[in-house]
């Protein structure tokens, strides 16, 4: 009898030192700039020295497919757009929380250099490009048509993986493109493309991206999350104070020379701070564009953002 | 007049360097036009090449093939061929099987039609007009596939071991269909056969070739009227006298 | 189709739908039979992305593959045939296809971009790709297989080169070119699908419309929309087996 409990005792503690010693499975978005905290957290060491180990499990094209990791249970904790983790929770694909923000505005519409198209209802007829269905961008451009009286319905959306984007518009295939940045700044730094709008044209302080955790791993790992969130506020820290070093880093991530980086980062705000506002009208558009339904959107955003984790962490 | 070879040789290359297969010796002979002559010898002398080279499947090597006087040209009409293995399209049907000579040659639908027809009914192939070879029987088979020779009306009818795979029973109602319907054209018949009791019957001369390199052995006149009794004297004579000749052959 | 071919999947989705009912199966990894059942009908009455019905994006993506198709049947059915009769020319042009062959339809996927542009033409071109080796090369094995005493017959009914071409190659290696076909069909729908996860201009195709159920996490549309793929993959089986059939009656 005491054998048996022995070996239990052991298993337990053996699994439970399993566990514990797991790094935190985290994935971000390939080329994204809005993805910067994530990159010099992991440069600069600011989550090792919350005492959590990372690994990065993921780097996905769009938010759509990082979310379908968060479902698959792949993943810990994603730096993804809040609209596509939106719809996976409202779906109910995915069990994720946000914890904080990572960025606000930091997209444009970009359109070719010296072409046709001088304004967004010149748009009318001619074809555009989005990275993904339900992606922040979908809704941003949906908005921009929206806000400039012009009907969704008579641009020809497209997705494209926004890498193809800019071959895309330089081949006349589409007229149009929206991405995050840094690839409205590579398109302008390459000679191809202009900027029709940025964020801040269509929707002032839109929330973009945000630090998602696992339901499941928040339950049982509540302490590296933190850990995790804290490096993440030191990482936008970092990033105010020291933009040249930052810039670096961005450019070793992406692959893209300081021009556009820098040309990109001025049209991004890095900041912790979640709006619930802003999550209540993404909840509104998505209802209303047929992707998700929801029905108490209240309910919804409490129980979907958290913004106490980072209110926390400012506080001291 | 007639079918005259001319110091006709054949040789095939062999399958090392500078080896040769040397299949026809020195073949000269006339067939006069109008007689059944089989030809007889055995297993692998060169029978089928001669038949092949006299259609003009493959060129001599040395020597000439003439028809009353003429060398005969490539893919001439005036000769025929009917394959020991049928080689009926298996995608035609019996009556569309025989009239792909008159439709190559572009004669027009109606036309070919009717006289398909008429060889339908000659041949006893009433019913199985629409049937696709692989319908048919292998002496409807054969019937079909000297139908499909005749209809172009060749003066020469070459047969490679027509009946060889038939059973006999079916042989020798064939034999004997093809007697009848020789009596009535007339045409020249030059018959490859293994089988003496068959060349006895037909022929009215027999021709005996070596081994390899094959030349004429022996040249046998069958002056029996026809029909003739197989099982008869007169049969059994020519025919023992011929296998002589042949075992010396086979040794 | 006996009542006992329905049995054993019919209590197979019973299973699966009782095990999804108390969630042991969760439903955001597999959705149950109920759930697929009514993103079907999401498919065909909301569309996805909303707006989009089912029935467009089938017609678009059948009118891609027939137009890829087609090209690869009119190209590869006369080549095939050329150099299943040109023994110079198959091994001229076999190194060059034997290189290519191996390279995945999907591979081709950023240079057709880049030779197309994101439109019907591209994905053209990789159905065509995709459907274009096993037709030539069951085509020329079509040919090769055509035994030669065929050619030979024809050849002595007084064939010319291009009655040979007509009337012998063709018919004779269709039961290959249908199966080369068949194959071809096959992998240019499944080849399609996937080339319309990278970007379909016009907004409509079975992939594209896979690919946003995804981005809008709708299992139960993936499941749905792969089972509308599936059975049209099906269904032009099934179509291109009654043509044979009713074509190759002679085998």
Redesign the interface.
């Known amino acids: 009898m005491k054998k048996i409990v022995l070996l239990i005792l052991i298993n337990l503690l053996f699994s439970a030192a399993i566990t514990y010693g797991q790094p935190v499975r985290i994935a971000y978005l390939q080329s994204d700039i809005h993805q910067l905290p994530c990159w010099v957290a992991l440069e600069k060491g600011f989550f090792k020295k919350e005492g959590v180990k990372v690994e990065v499990a993921g780097i996905f094209k769009a938010g759509p497919e990082l979310m379908s990791a968060f479902a698959a249970g792949a993943l810990d904790m994603g730096y993804v757009g809040v609209a596509p983790a939106t719809t996976a929770v409202a779906n109910k694909t995915a069990r994720v929380v946000v914890l904080a923000q990572v960025n606000t505005e930091g997209s444009a519409i970009v359109v070719k250099k010296d072409g046709k198209v001088q304004n967004i209802p010149e748009l009318v007829g001619k074809s555009a490009a989005v990275p993904g269905h339900a992606t922040v961008q979908d809704s941003l451009f949906r908005r921009a048509l929206l806000k400039f009286k012009t009907e969704p319905d008579q641009v020809k959306i497209m997705v494209l993986k926004p890498p193809e984007m800019i071959g895309a518009l330089r081949t006349d295939q589409i007229d149009a493109f929206i991405a995050w940045e840094p690839y409205p700044a590579k398109a302008v730094t390459m000679g191809v493309g202009r900027i029709l709008a940025s964020s801040r044209d269509i929707w002032k302080d839109h929330p973009c991206c945000v630090l998602a955790a696992d339901v499941k791993f928040l339950e049982m790992q509540l302490e590296k999350a933190k850990g995790v969130v804290r490096g993440h506020v030191k990482a936008i820290d970092f990033i105010r104070q020291h933009r040249d070093e930052a810039i670096k880093i961005g450019m070793k991530y992406t692959g893209m020379d300081e021009t556009s980086i820098r040309m990109a980062m001025e049209n991004v705000n890095y900041t912790p701070v979640l709006s619930v506002e802003g999550e209540k009208e993404y909840v509104d558009f998505l209802t209303k564009l047929k992707y998700i339904k929801v029905e108490d959107v209240q309910n919804f955003v409490d129980r979907f953002m958290r913004p106490e984790f980072v209110k926390e962490i400012i506080k001291k | 007049m007639g079918l005259d070879f001319l110091e006709l040789s054949k040789t095939f290359p062999g399958k090392g360097v500078g080896e040769s297969v040397h299949v026809l010796e020195n073949i000269q002979q006339r067939i006069e036009n109008g007689r059944f002559v089989s030809i007889i010898g055995p297993s692998g002398c060169g029978k089928t090449t001669l038949l092949r080279i006299i259609a003009g499947l493959e060129k001599a090597s040395a020597g000439k093939v003439l028809l009353d006087g003429k060398e005969l040209a490539q893919g001439t009409e005036e000769v025929g061929l009917v394959f020991q293995e049928y080689a009926l399209f298996p995608w035609r049907t019996t009556l569309q099987n025989i009239e792909m000579g008159p439709e190559i040659k572009g004669v027009d639908k109606e036309k070919r039609r009717s006289k398909a027809m008429e060889y339908i009914n000659m041949f006893n192939l009433n019913g199985f007009e629409n049937r696709y070879p692989r319908e048919l029987s292998g002496g409807m088979k054969q019937r079909v596939a000297i139908a499909r020779t005749l209809i172009m009306n060749p003066r020469v009818v070459l047969m490679d071991e027509p009946f060889g795979s038939l059973d006999s029973q079916t042989r020798n109602a064939l034999q004997e269909f093809l007697l009848r319907i020789w009596e009535k054209r007339g045409d020249t018949i030059v018959f490859v056969t293994h089988n003496v009791d068959e060349a006895v019957f037909l022929s009215d001369q027999i021709i005996v070739l070596s081994k390899r390199p094959a030349q004429i052995v022996k040249t046998f006149e069958v002056g029996l009227p026809r029909p003739r009794d197989r099982t008869g004297q007169e049969c059994n004579e020519i025919r023992r006298e011929v296998l002589k000749v042949l075992s010396e052959e086979i040794k | 189709m006996k009542k006992e071919h329905f049995l054993i999947p019919l209590v197979l989705i019973l299973i699966w739908q009782g095990l999804s009912s108390i969630q042991v199966i969760p439903?955001?990894?597999l959705p149950s039979p109920v759930e697929i059942l009514l993103g079907f009908k999401d498919l065909l009455i909301?569309g996805v992305?909303?707006?989009n019905l089912l029935h467009n994006h089938v017609l678009y993506s059948l009118y891609r593959v027939a137009l890829g198709y087609a090209i690869a049947a009119l190209l590869a059915i006369p080549l095939g045939l050329l150099m299943g009769w040109s023994s110079g020319l198959l091994k001229m042009i076999r190194p060059l296809f034997e290189l290519v062959r191996p390279i995945p339809p999907l591979a081709w996927i950023p240079i057709a971009?880049?030779w197309f542009?994101?439109?019907i033409k591209s994905a053209a071109f990789i159905i065509f790709l995709g459907a274009f080796f096993p037709i030539l090369l069951n085509t020329i094995s079509g040919v090769l297989s055509i035994?030669p005493?065929?050619i030979?017959?024809?050849?002595?009914?007084?064939?010319?080169e291009k009655?040979i071409f007509l009337?012998?190659l063709l018919?004779?290696a269709?039961p290959s070119i249908f199966v080369g076909m068949r194959i071809g069909i096959g992998i240019g729908w499944m080849t399609l699908v996937a080339a319309e996860f990278?970007?379909?201009?016009?907004?409509y195709g079975l992939g594209?419309m896979i690919?946003?159920a995804?981005?809008?996490?709708?299992?139960d549309e993936i499941l749905a929309g792969m089972l509308v793929i599936g059975v049209i993959g099906l269904l032009i089986d099934i179509g291109l087996r009654a043509i044979e059939s009713r074509m190759?009656?002679?085998?």
């Open positions: 439903s955001y990894k909301l992305p909303p707006g971009i880049l542009g994101i439109g035994h005493i065929l030979e017959a024809a050849r002595t009914l007084h064939a010319r009655d009337k012998v018919p004779g269709v990278t970007g379909v201009k016009e907004g594209y690919m946003t995804r981005d809008i996490q709708r299992p190759i009656k002679w085998q």
